[in-house]
């Protein structure tokens, strides 16, 4: 079977959950998903809302395909703060969190009721194997077994999907596979409280995938172009990888807007909203934060540094020629400028609204270039579409 007959190569497809019946048991969702070529080939699909549940505050976005002219972003919403309603993508206050989501759906008037949503956080696990070379099809319980051996979980509790990347570098009798799992209950628990908003989530996926589907849709990257794209929310960074669109490293590091605002609040004596202003630098703040914002950056710097020593090792990929930065956090002018300095290369907020088209009046008294980083996997989710996954 030569590559690329039954082979996906991009990142934006796996799918944690979703409602369409399986003669197979639905925790263990693996096989293969359609390329976004092969979706436009079968028409137009059912649009979706993308659902973007995060720590700071919930974002929705609603785009629509338009014949020969690309997406365009036909709605949006940022609920306002959702304080300590959810931790490390743990929900701790179930109410509040549904209340947000029907708030905003009701003041944006949106009408669709279904939903693409994405998770992140330590009970979600990424991981590149190899194994035997097989089809796509074969591949369906080899890869369930050999999850076992890679998921530090019993593999009953958690949900399950792959993806062939392709060849493994040095043996063509090899692939390479992306593994997704994410424990059941909290898929399960995530998907039920999108319910009791009232919307129905046809599809779960991975922040770091909703990121890079949204990404390539705006962006052109270059076949050998090593890009990392780093999704900043308030608590957790969404680190992300590719080369020629294929996924080599993601990881979700503990870091995030919080990690700042706690270091520049100790550092100075402020109250957490003169912290935050601070970061952000808001008029008014005059406080020396940069070196304190570099300070806290460190544990993402060496992340990244970690993955680019793990990837030379492997021979896998390069070393990054280009960062995209997204989500509230990056926001933070002090961040992009210091791993722009650090790694020595193009360091940019990346913005979802590039090449999917957009009314200006949707964005009347707002700065769109700060706010469409925010809307990065929402956007990404929108992007989705029922039936992607074959």
Known sequence: MPWGAGESTGSQRLVLSHPAPRTRDPSRSTGRLASRSERMLFGKKQSLVGLDIGSHSVKLAEVESQANKGYRLVNWGISPPLGEAIVDGEIMDRQLVVDAIVNLLESRAIRTRNVAASVSGRAVIVKKITMNRLSADDAQQAVYWEAEQHVPYDINDVSLDFEILGPAPNDPKQMQVLLVAAKKDMVMSFSDLIREAGLQPMIVDVDSFATQNALEANYTFGGDEVVATLNVGAEITNINITQ???????????????????????????????????????????????????????????????????????????????????????????????????????????????????????????????????????????????????
């Open 244 to 390: 020629g669109g294929v996924p080599y490293f993601t990881k979700d590091l503990q870091f995030g807007g919080h990690t700042l605002i706690d270091a520049v609040q100790r550092k100075f004596n402020l109250s957490q909203p003169e912290a935050s202003a601070a970061v952000r630098g808001e008029s008014g703040s005059e406080l020396p934060v940069g070196p304190v914002v570099e300070q806290a950056c460190e544990s993402l710097a060496t992340a990244l540094e970690r993955a680019q020593a793990y990837l030379r090792t492997a021979g896998e990929a390069g070393a990054v020629t280009r960062i995209l930065m997204c989500g509230g956090s990056a926001l933070t002018s002090a961040l992009p400028d210091f791993l722009g300095r650090r790694f020595g290369v193009p360091t940019e907020i990346a913005n979802p609204l590039t090449r999917v088209g957009y009314d200006p009046d949707l964005f009347v008294g707002q700065d769109v270039t700060r706010v469409a980083p925010l809307l990065t996997v929402g956007i990404g989710l929108a992007l989705r579409r029922l039936g992607d996954k074959r």
